[in-house]
């Protein structure tokens, strides 16, 4: 970006042109230009699958507590198992020898039986607090034994045992059901965890890779359409922005793509602009160089009219002279307009300052209107000057007021030459009001719609022939009028005509 972009760009004739390419407009809303930067959206990424590989790590270690606590209880089953195992086996070797002292009527050992046995219901009986009483009940037994016992106390202590053996038989079936049901269970958790965590490092896996797919995806689209845009706005793109749909760094890039369009665009304008203003010059220039010579040419043929004419009407006085065939009068006349035309077309083509200065506006309406009297186009037409004669000084540049009241005099006798029957005719008009001098140049000619109204001040739009107009004028008549403080507006009825109003600051204002 040079500095003649960022500050503005001199056009021949002085006049300094604004560009602000930082004023491109960007589509996409204000959200997009607040967005994530890509650094920050890859931090935000990393977090997220840093997250999801806690989260599945506490889903799994959950998963395995619940695994360790199954297993706890079924090695605390397999312990309830030995022990009841033990009772059984203690209870088959009691009743054996119970057996036994039955027949021989000797209790060889049964006391030791029975105290083992009592031991190895205890130990059960702190599972199973069912076994209470049979413990209370081998205890008395086991008290009450005496070598000389009877046969009927014996039996007792039979059926006692057989008692304790079924409860101890159902106490195993329990266990061994219970064991077998956590043994099923503790595989189903093995089993579940497997599946849960390769199912969830498989999604994971699939949804990171679906996000970074959508992510490149996108990414390398909006790179893209980036490189196409570069490329167009290389061969002279000139249509509508490029639509910014991201808020990082390649959305940034997308806003420098068309704040560089916007400005090449505005560069491209100035140049155009540029090179009219320098035609213009240059054909004022000419136009001066001929008024130089046709005055240089012309004065001296009119010096000796004037000459002959005033010594035709000294003659006059002294000799036989009719009125019908000595009138110099007529000679004075012819002469004095031809210096008149002389004065002005070497008026309008000298050179002017193109700084702003305090001008008589209804002066410089009146000599640009005289001086288009002499064209063609303005044949037929009545021009009607409405000035305000108390109208202040107004403030500047005196060839760009000139250019732009030739401008829309022009538009107006072109309107014109189309209307046919009634009077046609153009008014300009002066006045003090709306915060400045008002300059009204009007028309009732064809006018214009509204569609074609809003695009007057387009810079190449035009209803002209090629061989009238390139549609540069109301495009260059804004550029100038703004420069010189004011502002233009146009209104138009179709088949009613049409009145460009002019505002520019008065002398009051620019002295202020």
């Not at 030791?112 to 009483?133: I, Q």
């Not at 209370?136 to 014996?154: I, Q, V």
């Not at 008026?347 to 305090?358: F, K, R, V, Y």
């Not at 502002?487 to 002398?507: D, K, N, W, Y």
């Amino acid at each position: 970006m040079t500095a003649a972009m960022k500050i503005g760009l001199q056009a021949p004739d002085g006049a300094v042109l604004p560009v602000d390419p930082g004023a491109a407009p960007d589509s996409g809303s204000a959200a997009a230009s607040a967005g994530l930067s890509l650094r920050a959206k890859g931090l935000i990424v990393l977090c997220v699958l840093f997250v999801y590989i806690l989260v599945v790590l506490g889903v799994v270690a959950l998963q395995w507590h619940r695994s360790l606590s199954v297993n706890a209880r079924i090695e605390n089953l397999h312990l309830q198992e030995t022990k009841a195992e033990r009772l059984q086996g203690s209870l088959s070797h009691a009743i054996i020898n119970l057996q036994d002292t039955l027949k021989s009527g000797n209790p060889k050992d049964l006391d030791t039986d029975l105290a083992l046995l009592l031991s190895d219901t205890r130990r059960l009986e702190a599972h199973y607090p069912r076994l209470s009483r049979h413990a209370a009940r081998l205890a008395t037994d086991l008290a009450r034994l005496d070598p000389g016992m009877a046969g009927a106390t014996l039996r007792s202590l039979r059926a006692n045992l057989e008692a304790v053996r079924a409860e101890v038989e159902v106490i195993s079936a329990e266990i061994h059901e219970s064991k077998t049901a956590l043994t099923a269970d503790h595989f189903a958790q093995q089993g579940w965890i497997a599946i849960l965590a390769a199912s969830m490092s498989l999604g994971g896996v699939a949804l990171f890779g679906v996000v970074t797919v959508l992510f490149f995806t996108r990414l390398a689209r909006d790179i893209g359409k980036l490189e196409a845009r570069a490329m167009d706005i290389v061969t002279g793109y000139d249509g509508a922005p490029l639509e910014v749909t991201r808020g990082d760094e390649v959305g940034g890039l997308m806003r420098a793509v068309n704040r560089t369009q916007s400005a090449l665009r505005l560069r491209e304008k100035q140049l155009e602009l540029a090179r009219q203003q320098r035609f213009y010059q240059e054909k004022m220039a000419a136009i001066g160089s001929l008024a130089a010579g046709v005055a240089h040419e012309i004065n001296n043929p009119i010096a000796a009219i004037s000459g002959f004419a005033q010594s035709m009407s000294d003659h006059r006085r002294t000799s036989r002279c009719s009125d019908a065939g000595c009138r110099p009068e007529l000679i004075l006349e012819q002469t004095g307009r031809i210096a008149m035309i002389s004065r002005q077309l070497a008026e309008m083509a000298s050179t002017h300052s193109q700084q702003p200065d305090l001008l008589d506006l209804n002066g410089l309406v009146e000599r640009t209107s005289n001086f288009l009297g002499y064209d063609k186009r303005f044949r037929g037409i009545d021009v009607v000057l409405d000035l305000d004669h108390d109208l202040p000084a107004v403030h500047s540049v005196a060839d760009h007021l000139t250019q732009v009241l030739m401008n829309l005099m022009i538009n107006a006798a072109d309107a014109l030459e189309s209307t046919q029957g009634g009077a046609r005719r153009i008014r300009v008009a002066t006045r003090a009001g709306g915060g400045g001098a008002v300059l009204t140049v009007s028309d009732n000619g064809q006018g214009m719609d509204r569609a074609l109204l809003s695009r007057v001040f387009d810079e190449s739009f035009t209803t002209k022939p090629l061989d009238k107009g390139r549609g540069l004028g109301l495009f260059l008549c804004k550029i100038l009028i703004e420069q010189n403080g004011g502002r233009i507006e146009l209104e138009s009825v179709l088949q009613a005509g049409t009145t460009a109003r002019i505002v520019l600051p008065l002398r009051e204002r620019a002295a202020a």
